[in-house]
């Protein structure tokens, strides 16, 4: 597709449950972002793959939270034991750097989480 | 560490009303500074981005923003709003030549009633 795709758009879980979240970027784009937007928060950075590594993690809320990329394409945000503080939309972003340096990310419709 | 700060949390204009959204951010170094825009029921997307050169940016319908140095500021402006410029609006930095981390204000809704 044209646009950086993610899946699902809406996943309403029990508390405790384990969730996956899909993001499917730009083709060709070599470096992905998650985020993650509360009401009222804004966008809080989560981690950074640069291909199949992530040189950032620092935003990662807790030892719950983990993200792969494989094939320097799709990633895949996992949350275990969901709690309902991890109620948010997650926001998918990908950008292209090894050509002019425009800074732009581009951003999935995101997947809104709600933990009953 | 950065931080983004947006002054006007609820923005609530009438039509052909001017704008200015106020933007601060926090780091020592060279910055790269963008403002992204999220109408309802849509993605983020980029609105205009500042990187060098001349400090005064203009981006898409008619937007422009102002870099200044001095006060860490990058104040987005429009001088007349319309009705279809409802929407949340969102400051963001990261270091120059670095995309590590792009950080984010906590954004400021835009109301504007005809």
């Known amino acids: 597709g044209a646009g950086v795709s993610q899946s699902p758009s809406n996943k309403v879980t029990e508390k405790g449950k384990d969730v996956e979240l899909r993001c499917d970027p730009i083709?060709?784009?070599?470096?992905l972002y998650w985020y993650r937007q509360s009401l009222g928060q804004g966008l809080e950075f989560l981690i950074y793959f640069q291909g199949n590594s992530a040189p950032d993690k620092s935003g990662l809320p807790s030892d719950r939270f983990s993200a792969e990329r494989t094939g320097g394409s799709v990633s895949t945000l996992t949350i275990q034991r969901t709690q309902q503080e991890d109620s948010a939309v997650y926001l998918c972003a990908s950008l292209y750097l090894g050509g002019p340096n425009t800074g732009e990310l581009f951003f999935g419709e995101g997947s809104r989480l709600t933990v009953l | 560490a950065q931080s983004v700060s947006q002054h006007n949390h609820h923005v609530i204009l009438s039509e052909a009303a001017s704008l200015e959204l106020g933007c601060n951010y926090s780091?020592?170094?060279?910055?790269?500074l963008f403002w992204y825009v999220q109408y309802p029921g849509q993605h983020l997307q980029l609105l205009l981005k500042y990187f060098s050169g001349d400090p005064l940016v203009k981006g898409i319908k008619g937007f422009e923003a102002e870099f200044i140095k001095s006060k860490f500021s990058f104040n987005l402006r429009k001088p007349s709003v319309q009705w279809s410029d409802t929407a949340e609006y969102f400051c963001?930095?990261?270091?120059?030549?670095?995309?590590?981390?792009?950080?984010f204000g906590a954004g400021t809704r835009l109301a504007v009633h005809p």
């Open positions: 083709s060709g784009h070599t470096a």
């Open positions: 780091y020592g170094g060279t910055v790269n």
């Open positions: 963001a930095v990261t270091p120059s030549g670095g995309y590590n981390k792009l950080i």
